[in-house]
């Protein structure tokens, strides 16, 4: 499956403005967003699950990031790390951030992809890259 593009502000029109619930993720989302790009060593950032479907009051966030291969979490800031670290970002931004660095290989990034645009039931679901 190909991601669809769309921009920060097309998602936050389409998908970040219907219900408070929304909202909240939306921005949670956003800061995760602008946090990730503080590195310098973002590539791709790809959304999933709930909230790209349009299920009216997603639980979370579900993301799949893409970092530059010589990406390290190693001198990052508190706050930027949290986003690398699972139980941090779940409990800080509402969110499950899986990411890799380009270094895995185009075809395990694709099979990656591939397993992201389903859902538990391997029915196709929306998968969304958001560029600035």
């Known amino acids: 499956m190909i991601a669809e593009v769309v921009s920060l502000e097309a998602l936050r029109e389409r998908l970040g403005k219907s219900t408070p619930r929304r909202q909240f993720l939306f921005k949670r989302f956003q800061m995760i ?11 791709h950032v790809y ?26 979490i190693k001198g990052l800031t508190q706050k930027v790390l949290s986003v690398f670290t699972h139980y941090a970002c779940r409990i800080r931004y509402n969110a499950d951030v899986f990411w890799v660095t380009e270094g895995i290989g185009e075809k395990q990034i ?8 389903r859902n538990r039931m391997q029915e196709p679901q929306p998968l969304l890259e958001v560029m600035r």
Do not use: C, Q, W, Y
């Open 47 to 72: 959304l999933f699950g709930s909230v790209a479907a349009a299920i009216p009051s997603p639980n979370d966030l579900d993301l799949l990031v893409i970092m530059a291969a010589d990406f390290t």
């Open 33 to 43: 967003f602008d946090l990730l790009h503080e590195t310098r060593k973002v590539k």
């Open 110 to 117: 694709k099979a990656v992809l591939d397993v992201f645009s």
